[in-house]
């Protein structure tokens, strides 16, 4: 299955800093078996639209790491929202809720996730650790969100109480 990482960045996209985030989910997404597509761009809402947009077409899933804080530059979740079919409000309410019990920082964290076509697309963190711990929790539900998209059949695990 293919996804793509989308790194949004003014200083990776010059050369000025290395891509630790894009490269940690890029290993993260191939060691569970997945082709990996990479893209740097600048903090420019028009060319992060446009890189989902065309990710989208290739990839079952892209998963952009940057952008999503209070700075300025930081536009990534509008620039997603404006390409977006589709939310997915849990994704985002479980990513901050994670992340949030590790660092007060998680408060300001305002990355997005939703569909475009048949691609869930999901904003996390430029930094390493957020990244990490964002794709933990969206590992677990991720193979059956793209079942879902695919309109493949799908099996329901119900949890116990």
């Given at each position: 299955m293919n996804a793509a990482v989308l790194t949004v960045s003014d200083r990776v996209s010059r050369g000025e800093a290395g891509d630790g985030s894009g490269d940690?989910?890029?290993?993260?997404l191939r060691a569970d078996g997945y082709e990996v597509e990479r893209r740097v761009v600048p903090d420019e809402a028009d060319e992060i639209a446009a890189a989902i947009e065309d990710l989208a077409t290739r990839a079952a899933v892209v998963l952009t790491t940057g952008g999503t804080g209070l700075a300025p530059r930081d536009?990534?979740?509008?620039?997603?929202r404006t390409v977006l079919q589709r939310d997915a409000p849990g994704i985002a309410e479980a990513l901050r809720a994670d992340s949030i019990a590790k660092t007060p920082h998680g408060l300001l964290s305002r990355g997005v996730a939703g569909v475009v076509g048949g691609t869930l697309v999901v904003n996390l963190p430029g930094s390493?650790?957020?990244c990490r711990d964002g794709y933990a929790v969206l590992q677990p539900a991720l193979g059956h969100a793209l079942s879902?998209?695919?309109d493949a059949p799908t099996r329901h695990q119900h949890t116990s109480g």
């Open positions: 940690l989910l890029e290993e993260l536009v990534t979740p509008e620039a997603t390493t650790g957020g879902l998209l695919a």
